[in-house]
């Protein structure tokens, strides 16, 4: 398997144990969501056949080559900095958004998302882009043309909503109210 393929084979890996289904590998994360870096490997190793093993040094390779910033490694323990779908809540440390952030998603949610806003729909936070390309790749998940939307973060952070930095690619709030959302028209 070429490198490039097989770091995102172990980045899909890893974030499904630490973002989605951490019992599924015997997991047991602490409140910020992280596992000591053996735990890990161990469960990692268990679960499927690297060859070679996983080991930490494999997962910082892994992070510096993934486009965007994913997991963390502190003091000897490892954790998903978002995304994840089931209940324990990552503090991230409130800052100020731009001006604009940008929000893809599929067409068939727009009507949904207009009248209820931004919602994280079984996720911890709602997750936005600082840039077009990166909003329109995520909307692409689900729909081959997707819709782009703007936030006026720069309102929403006066009218107190809270802003957060997941990575250098992802913006998060908790949510985002209907007023502060525009569709962004592309020009052709």
Do not use: C
Not at 42 to 58: C, D
Not at 88 to 111: C, M, N, S, W
């Amino acid at each position: 398997m070429p490198e490039e393929n097989r770091y995102a084979y172990i980045s899909r890996k890893m974030s499904y144990a630490l973002r989605h289904n951490p019992e599924k590998y015997g997991l047991k994360l602490a409140q910020d969501g992280s596992v000591e870096m053996e735990t890990f490997l161990r469960a990692m190793n268990g679960m499927h056949h690297f060859e070679p093993p996983l080991t930490e040094a494999v997962i910082r390779e892994v992070m510096a080559h993934a486009e965007k910033r994913r997991f963390a490694i502190e003091d000897g323990r490892i954790r998903a900095l978002y995304g994840h779908s089931f209940q324990i809540k990552v503090d991230h440390q409130e800052v100020v958004p731009p001006a604009v952030l940008y929000h893809g998603t599929a067409r068939r949610f727009l009507d949904f998302i207009m009248e209820k806003g931004l919602l994280p729909m079984g996720r911890q936070y709602v997750h936005m882009s600082a840039d077009i390309e990166t909003a329109e790749q995520v909307g692409r998940r689900r729909d081959n043309r997707p819709v782009i939307l703007t936030v006026d973060a720069k309102q929403a952070a006066e009218d107190s909503i809270r802003f957060y930095i997941g990575n250098d690619k992802v913006w998060l709030a908790d949510q985002i109210p209907p007023q502060y959302l525009g569709r962004y028209d592309r020009i052709i």
